[in-house]
Every structure is written in C-alpha cells, then in structure tokens.
C-alpha cells in the first residue's frame, strides 16, 4: 500500500515538476532556479534509479566511506523505472533494474552497455547467469526472460542480444531469487506441495496473486500447468491461444470467489497474510519473512514444479560518459566487492558474486542462509532485528535446492499487448 | 496547486505594474472590457498551460501507434478499436469495456445517490436548525475534520475495521449475531462505496448548504402561512431553491467517482474494475496511445453526465 502511494506521489512530483516548468515558460520569467543546494564540482555523485529493493541506506553509507562516492536514490516501482528510462533518459546515471526489462529498454538505445573487462568480479559471478546451472552443475530451467538469454550485446552500440558471451554487458547482475507461494501453516494444517493448491476450493476466498499482470500470469500458468490442464513450451512467451486459455481458468476461479483480493505491493502481500484475510498466495521471500517476524508462521513453500525466479542488476544511462563512467564502474566494482552481497543475503535475496559475500558473512550466516543448515545461533537482519531463533532452517533449503529448482523467469511476452487487455477482461470479470 | 500560485505571483508583480502606469498615463482610455481581460487573463492563462494544451496532447497521443518500447507519431485508431475489442462478437455478453464502465456507472451511482441523501441532510440541518453563524462556521468546519489527514490513510482505516478478523466482525461474532465472519464487509463493492462515501460527502455538503444559506427565510415563512406543510415547503421551496447546489455536489462527486482508481483498488481488493484502472495498467505496460485513447473515452463519458446534468438546472443562470 505505502509503496502505492509512493508511486502516485513521484509521478505527481515529476508532474508538478514539468508543469512548473511549463508555468515558467508560461509566465515568461525563464527557467526556474530551484534546488536550494549547491554541489560541490569535486563530489563524486551519482544518480541512482531503481526500486526499494537494493536502496538501503546502509549500503550508500558504507559505499561513500569505501569509495567517496555519493549515491542519490531515485526510487520508484518497477513499472515506474522503465517508463523513466523511456521517458527521462537524462534524469539517473545509473539504473537498477530486472532482466526482462531489457526487451524493453535495449531497443530504446537509451542504455549503456557495460564493459566486461572493467568488472574486477565478472569472472567470479555465479553460472546461474552466464551458463544457466547452478555452482554445483544443476541445470536451470529457462523458461522467460532467463538473464542469460539478454546478458550480452553483440556490439558496443547493438540493440541486439548476442547468443554468445561478449565483452558488452547489458546489466551486471547484483540481486536474484526464487519465488513460489507463501502459506499460513497454522491455518492451512497440511501438507502443501503443488502450485495446483492455489486454486483448490477448499481455500475459497482466501487466496490472492500478484496483481502485476507480467508477473501475475506467470504464476497463473504454473498453476495451470501443476493442474495438468496444460503444458507450455514457455511460461514466459505464451501464444494468443495460451493466454487466453490461462486467463479462461483465472476468470472462472475469480467467479467462483476463489480470491480474496489481488496484491501489488510488499506490505499489502505482508497485510494480507498477516491479517489472516489469505492463507495462499504469490508471495517474495523478505514478505514471509516480515510476517514471520511479527510472531505470525507464514512458509516460503518449496513446490514440486519448481520456482519463478527474477533477477536484477546495474546498467548506465547512456548519458553517462567521462569521469562519470569511471565513477559508475567503481560503484559496480565496489558492490560486487562483498559488502552488499552479504547485506543482501541476509536479507533472503542472493548476491550475484558468491565468494565475496561469504568472506563478508560469518560462517554460521553463511551456513543458514545459504546451506540450508539449522541455524547455530539467532539469525538476524542487518538492522539487527531477530528474524529466526537458533535451530531453524530456511524454507526450501540450500542455494543450490533453491536456484536449481527454478523453472521460469520474470518476462515480458511477444503478446504483451495482448495479454495485458486480457488482464484487464480479468480484473473486469 | 503550487505551480498555479507560483505563476499568480510570477505573473501578478508584472500586471500590477502594468495596470498602474496604464492607471496614471491613460486612464481615460482603460476600457472596461481590457479590464476584464486582464482579470481573468491570470487564470486563463493556467487553464490553457495546464488543462487545455494538455488535453490536446492526450487527443493527439490517443492516435498514435506504439511498440513495445516507444511511441510511433504515425496515425492509428489502434488505441481505440483494441479498446473495444470484442463489443459486437461477445454479444450479448458484454465486452471488457462494456462490463467496466457499467460497473463504474453503478459505483458512480450509488455513491452519488448516497452522498446526496446525507449531503443533504446535514446541509439541511446546518442551513436551517442551527441558528448562529457562529455555530454554523464551527460546525462545518467539523465536517472538514477528515480532510486533516490524507485520503491514502482514511480509507487504509477502514481495512482492520472491516477485515474477517476485523473489529465489526469479531464484535458481531461476540455478541452472537453471526457465527461466521462476514466476508462481503471488505474487498467487496460495499466497502467501496462506503469508503468514496467516506471521503466525497462533504464535498456534496458544502455547495448545498451553499445554496440553502440563500434561500431567503421569508420564503419559507410565506409557505408556512399559506399552510404548506413541512414536506410541501421542503419538495416546493427548498429543494428547488437548492438545486444549482445540488447539481454542482453532484457534479464534484460524480467526476471524482469516475476516474477514481486507487479507492476502488484499495477497497475492492484489485477485483474490481474501473474507467480509471484500465489507463493505469496501459500505462505502466508503457502502452500510452492505448492509456491515451482510454482517458479520451472516460473524458468523453464523464462530459456527457455533465451535460446531461445541466440540462436539468442551468448553473450558470441560478448563481
């Protein structure tokens, strides 16, 4: 809900801010003279666009005592990020976004490849990006906008995805993870192991999905398929012919009152759950943990068909050139460098660079979050909250049971178009 | 809100100016029109800047082709005939479009209705039961109370009030009214409409209580002693007197209503469909034309409500 608001007040901010400068022109006195700051022609600076999942200030912090560079958040939500690349290409420097926004932004020409050759670290990131396994050799279900389907270009100014590595890199992965649906243990009281449970009627009106329609269909094909009632050649890129097949069983189960709100937003999938309205939804790993953490047994549950996994990185505006870049590339350096690998494990997300983080965990952290081993001592956040007590072990286990069962990814389809109509005949429905 | 005030004071320093030295060369020669002008120069000047040339972007835009990644300035009705898609096969069933404005003409109704009634009645009572201006300013000034806070958190509000383990429905299951939770209090049309009749009533209260401040008092003492009743003076003299009220409340509420989509998606748990919520998800699919065509539609509808509504009292002539 806060991050709806949130949205509505930065368009309305951008929006008064280009009406005030229309009503510049308008009332014939020139340009507005506004920001009540001055900067420093020294301070490295550097504009930050992406959503709230990897703004932590705790990471600017230690990234301007590490480096004297300044990071300015610009946050918005994940639609939002693309329409200001789209839309304002001068307004960020550098740009935190998910894969499957490159077959939005590439074609655009509004961002800058980056050079493989400048990540101290590239060599080191996990194959789950570069070759699509695991570190341990299990192969990854690549269903979707996979990363390593759009992770190189085939030229320094290509629109084109190259099939093979090259040195131009689209994003350089940061922040990544496995998402299935969440539970209420103590409400449901079974076991629960298929994406099919989502639409059982035995939790009418008490279900819920996530109302991005990208991401929400791609849940709903999981449970089509988990269903048996069909099986497609790929979640992420269905034909007419499959959406409308999808949409046709979300739409009886919407008649049927099988759901009992849709979410768009962190804390609503977190009120939701915890208030008890839903016992069964699409849900994020650090959302479970939230419910967790208020006293309330929420599982992240694991599922037999597998998870729909995301993945997020940093690319530059194309704007950026000179002392910038270079400043860009030591950011990037830098936060593959452990600090925020580590403080983003412990948050329930994975770090793109493995072995920097771990040297930044302690071994019993590493050991929980990553191993799947019972916890040694109390596992805590990185603001220092408790989020398990000694003795638990993280929902789905291992890194390697966790990536390794991943059977699509966020994408954006051919049909997009299409399926987006679509979604609204369903929210109409 | 800002910006208008801004360009008030950019522009004001200038006029005044202006005005002054015209007053003292040529004052002779200031027509009363010129006057006139430049009065309403100030805000014709922000309707242009900010609604119309605005509005004629959106018009533009709504013909325009588009991809996944960038608008195409080549014409298309593209936005349009995908809005209606379907519309004549689906019959009779309804098509997408069809279903949404019909449920958003149905909130708009029942909200307007709603809001009327009350509206009325506490302007009624505002206007003629209390008798000091005093007490009438303090009093509606309470009725502003709600607006101290922001229209996100007074409708959040009603969700753990309203919720399956919410106070009303554990308060009923206590006194044993029910012995399951009433699962139609949220997320449902209900809490929607009760939510916008939460927040859109005062603006039904003010301009009634506006237009029954002005009834003249020896009207209805005039009805009283040719022995109309209550109800009569009421149907006869106030209601009519109170009309250009009316019909400027309703047209507040009903624009309000008919782009609403955050109440309605907050309220109605996403599951509802609304004129305004169809723009919003074209919009952050980046597919502008299409949000451009719809926001055209919507226009389209709302003016028509409008029009229709002062064909029934002419505003203008009643103020």
Redesign the interface.
């Known amino acids: 809900?806060s991050e709806?608001?949130r949205t509505?007040g930065v368009s309305r901010r951008t929006l008064?801010k280009g009406?005030?400068g229309?009503?510049?022109l308008?009332?014939?006195?020139g340009a507005?003279t506004g920001f009540p700051y001055v900067k420093s022609a020294d301070a490295k600076v550097l504009r930050y666009l992406g959503t709230a999942v990897n703004e932590g200030d705790d990471i600017s912090k230690q990234c301007l005592k590490d480096t004297g560079i300044k990071i300015e958040y610009i946050t918005a939500t994940t639609?939002?990020v693309?329409?200001r690349v789209?839309t304002q290409p001068n307004s960020f420097d550098v740009l935190d976004t998910e894969y499957f926004s490159l077959?939005?932004?590439v074609?655009?020409g509004n961002i800058l490849a980056l050079d493989a050759k400048k990540i101290k670290e590239f060599d080191n990131i996990t194959p789950v990006f570069t070759k699509g396994e695991t570190p341990g050799g299990k192969k990854i279900g690549g269903q979707g906008t996979a990363p390593w389907k759009v992770l190189y270009l085939e030229g320094k100014d290509s629109k084109k995805f190259a099939t093979s590595a090259t040195e131009f890199v689209t994003l350089i992965p940061t922040v990544y993870n496995a998402d299935t649906l969440g539970i209420r243990p103590d409400l449901i009281k079974r076991p629960i192991s298929s994406w099919s449970e989502l639409l059982n009627p035995e939790f009418k009106?008490k279900a819920s999905i996530l109302?991005i329609?990208?991401i929400g269909i791609m849940d709903a094909a999981m449970v089509v398929e988990a269903s048996g009632k069909y099986k497609y050649a790929d979640k992420g890129n269905m034909t007419k012919e499959e959406i409308d097949l999808t949409m046709k069983v979300m739409i009886e189960a919407?008649k049927a009152g099988q759901?009992?709100?849709?979410?768009?937003d962190f804390n609503e999938s977190v009120?939701l759950m915890a208030?008890?309205?839903t016992v069964i939804q699409s849900m994020w790993s650090p959302a479970v943990t939230k419910v967790r953490s208020m006293g309330i047994p929420c599982t992240f549950q694991p599922l037999k068909e597998g998870y729909r996994s995301w993945a997020s990185g940093f690319c530059v505006s194309k704007g950026v050139s000179g002392a910038k870049l270079e400043w860009a590339y030591e950011f990037v350096n830098w936060f593959l460098s452990g600090y925020a690998g580590a403080y983003l494990n412990r948050q329930g997300y994975y770090s793109a660079v493995l072995s920097t983080a771990k040297a930044h965990m302690e071994p019993y952290e590493w050991a929980y979050w990553m191993e799947g081993k019972p916890a040694e001592k109390d596992i805590k956040a990185p603001d220092g909250s408790l989020l398990e007590k000694a003795g638990a072990v993280r929902d789905g286990g291992s890194y390697e049971d966790r990536m390794g069962a991943v059977a699509c990814w966020n994408a954006?389809m051919d049909e997009?178009?299409y399926m987006?109509?679509k979604?609204?005949?369903f929210?109409?429905? | 809100m800002d910006t208008s005030e801004d360009i008030l004071h950019q522009a004001s320093p200038d006029l005044v100016r202006g005005s002054e030295t015209a007053r003292r060369s040529k004052a002779a020669r200031l027509s009363p029109s010129f006057i006139s002008w430049l009065q309403a120069g100030p805000m014709m000047l922000v309707f242009l800047a900010f609604f119309l040339i605005p509005l004629v972007f959106v018009v533009i835009v709504s013909f325009w082709d588009y991809n996944e990644y960038q608008l195409l300035p080549a014409f298309s009705g593209r936005g349009y005939t995908d809005t209606f898609e379907g519309c004549i096969a689906q019959l009779p069933d309804l098509c997408t479009i069809g279903k949404t404005y019909l449920m958003t003409l149905k909130l708009c109704f029942m909200v307007w209705a709603i809001t009327l009634f009350i509206g009325f009645w506490v302007a009624y009572f505002l206007a003629f039961h209390v008798k000091s201006k005093t007490w009438q300013m303090g009093l509606s000034l309470l009725c502003t109370i709600p607006f101290w806070t922001s229209n996100v958190i007074r409708m959040i509000a009603w969700i753990p009030l309203l919720g399956r383990n919410g106070l009303v429905n554990s308060g009923l299951m206590k006194t044993g009214l029910i012995d399951h939770p009433l699962e139609w209090l949220l997320f449902s049309e209900f809490s929607v409409v009760l939510a916008l009749v939460h927040l859109f009533t005062f603006f039904m209260v003010v301009p009634i209580f506006n237009s029954m401040v002005r009834i003249d008092k020896s009207l209805i003492e005039a009805a009283y002693d040719a022995g109309a009743t209550g109800f009569q003076t009421l149907v006869n003299v106030i209601i009519p007197l109170a009309k250009p009220g009316i019909v400027i409340g309703s047209i507040f509420v009903i624009t309000i209503v008919m782009g609403d989509f955050i109440t309605i998606g907050v309220m109605g748990g996403q599951q509802i469909a609304a004129a305004g919520k169809i723009i919003e998800t074209r919009v952050n699919a980046l597919q502008f034309p299409a949000a451009a065509a719809n926001a055209v539609i919507l226009l389209a509808i709302t003016f028509l409500i409008i029009t229709m509504m002062s064909r029934i009292v002419d505003i203008k002539k009643e103020l």
């Not at chain 1, 308008?26 to 006195?29: F, I, Q």
């Not at chain 1, 759901?259 to 768009?264: P, V």
Request: positive net charge; proline residues 4%; aromatic residues 8%.
């Open positions: 809900m709806t608001t509505t008064l009406t005030a229309l009503a510049g308008a009332a014939g006195s507005i639609d939002d693309t329409k789209m077959k939005k932004l074609p655009s009106g109302n329609p990208s919407k759901f009992r709100a849709f979410w768009k009120n208030s008890g309205e954006v997009n178009d987006v109509r979604w609204n005949e929210i109409a429905a």
